[in-house]
């Protein structure tokens, strides 16, 4: 059973462009939550996307955003970079969105903002 | 609010030594409590986890943790350290009244020494 992908795995941008990371969750997996982490911060929850829509948003500015699509692959978006984005974004999926069920990690795409 | 105290950035043990994971949870109500494991440039992996039932849970590669509610704790153990151990260890805990979200402690280095 093929894990969570995330693509690209490395990423360098410019302060002040957009990037969109990509997320294919485990077959049959319709929840995707998204997380930051940064040496500084730690691991942050951005959001988690349930059938198309977002149903829990961490506290985050409105540059960050997703979507989910029909088959359940999210994105996520990023606009007018800033240098403090750089971070490991992570992305885990699972099967229902009850709190005991486990979430299974991508192996993240690495974001660097020069 | 929901939090999760790690003690202990970091911990070196000798290989064939006990390793112990100290993690914290602060809620009035008990969560359900994670333990995740990541090694350089990589996502997390799920070692364990307690929703319900017995309180002494088993993971893999040999870790086991148990829940102590009147502790509001949930330490992870591994009775004999082995190299490939060496790793950052993430405690966490998710609980719908909280968000349904994973909330994480800072995170635990774990040194083994040959």
């Known amino acids: 059973k093929a894990g969570v992908t995330q693509t690209p795995r490395y990423l360098i941008k410019t302060r002040g462009q957009q990037v969109t990371l990509s997320c294919s969750p485990i077959?049959?997996?319709?929840?995707v939550s998204w997380y930051q982490q940064t040496p500084g911060q730690g691991l942050q929850f951005l959001f988690e996307?349930?059938?198309?829509?977002?149903?829990n948003k961490g506290n985050f500015p409105g540059r960050f955003s997703g979507r989910q699509f029909s088959n359940s692959r999210s994105e996520m978006n990023v606009s007018t970079l800033e240098l403090g984005d750089s971070a490991l974004y992570l992305c885990?999926?699972?099967?229902?969105?009850?709190?005991?069920?486990?979430?299974?990690f991508g192996s993240g795409t690495r974001l660097t903002v020069v | 609010a929901q939090s999760v105290t790690q003690l202990g950035s970091h911990v070196s043990v000798s290989e064939g030594a006990l390793v112990l994971l100290r993690c914290n949870y602060s809620?009035?109500?008990?969560?359900?409590l994670f333990w995740y494991v990541q090694y350089p440039n990589q996502g997390l992996q799920l070692l364990l986890k307690?929703?319900?039932?017995?309180?002494l849970v088993k993971g893999i590669n040999g870790f086991e943790a148990e829940f102590k509610k009147s502790e509001t704790s949930f330490h992870l153990t591994k009775p004999s350290a082995h190299m490939s151990d060496a790793a950052e260890y993430f405690c966490?805990?998710?609980?719908?009244?909280?968000?349904?979200?994973?909330?994480f402690g800072a995170g635990t280095i774990l040194r083994v020494k040959s």
């Open positions: 885990a999926s699972r099967t229902t969105r009850q709190p005991g069920s486990g979430y299974t």
């Open positions: 077959s049959g997996h319709r929840s």
């Open positions: 996307y349930f059938s198309e829509t977002q149903r």
């Open positions: 809620s009035s109500v008990p969560p359900y």
């Open positions: 307690y929703t319900t039932g017995a309180t």
């Open positions: 966490a805990v998710n609980r719908m009244e909280y968000g349904n979200k994973l909330v």
